[in-house]
């Protein structure tokens, strides 16, 4: 028979298996939400999502009381799981979605600030090109030298360039 302080130390890492067990189930939440996967792909990742969820919480089991199965077991696990989904998952979603969110906007500022340096010569030159045009009607029919786009504003390479356009209207 297991000592007092034995049960309590099971009784905490049952506790502490049910808050993991939250964790992962608000990083497979999350991670559907990003994604949105069909009816064959969502099936598929809940057996994943319950085949990394059962050896952690064996693990938990293992630690705490050698896998022996009482009430205080389920009942760690439950109070666990409920104070987790009460008190921290609104602030672990937060903090995910925000991290989620930054990296995102970081990842896509490097990858848009590469894009920028790796077109603008083509960019340049196509200003400039397009900057000494003919132009009839002007005063005596000189060549415009200046260092602005034509008309129409925006002239990247989208414009230079359509079929290579990665970004449509």
């Known amino acids: 028979m297991d000592t007092l302080a034995g049960q309590i130390y099971g009784f905490a890492a049952?506790?502490?298996a049910g808050l993991t067990l939250g964790?992962?189930?608000d990083l497979y939440r999350l991670w559907r939400r990003?994604?949105?996967?069909e009816k064959a792909a969502t099936a598929l990742s809940d057996l994943l999502f319950?085949?990394?969820a059962t050896p952690v919480t064996y693990v938990y089991l293992l630690m705490g009381n050698w896998?022996?199965?009482r009430f205080y077991v389920f009942l760690g696990l439950f109070l666990g799981l409920f104070l987790y989904f009460t008190v921290?998952?609104?602030i672990v979603l937060n903090v995910l979605l925000t991290v989620w969110y930054y990296g995102e906007v970081l990842i896509v500022g490097l990858l848009q600030g590469a894009w920028r340096l790796f077109t603008l010569p083509w960019e340049g030159a196509h200003r400039w090109r397009s900057s000494r045009r003919?132009?009839?009607g002007r005063s005596s029919g000189t060549w415009r030298?200046?260092?602005r786009p034509a008309r129409g504003g925006n002239l990247g390479l989208k414009h230079f360039w359509p079929r290579f356009a990665f970004f449509r209207k």
Do not use: M, N, Y
């Not at 990003?34 to 996967?37: D, N």
């Open 14 to 16: 049952t506790i502490a």
């Open 23 to 25: 964790l992962l189930f």
């Open 34 to 37: 990003a994604t949105r996967p």
């Open 50 to 52: 319950w085949v990394v």
């Open 67 to 69: 896998a022996e199965l």
């Open 88 to 90: 921290f998952s609104f």
């Open 134 to 136: 003919w132009h009839p």
């Open 145 to 147: 030298v200046s260092w």
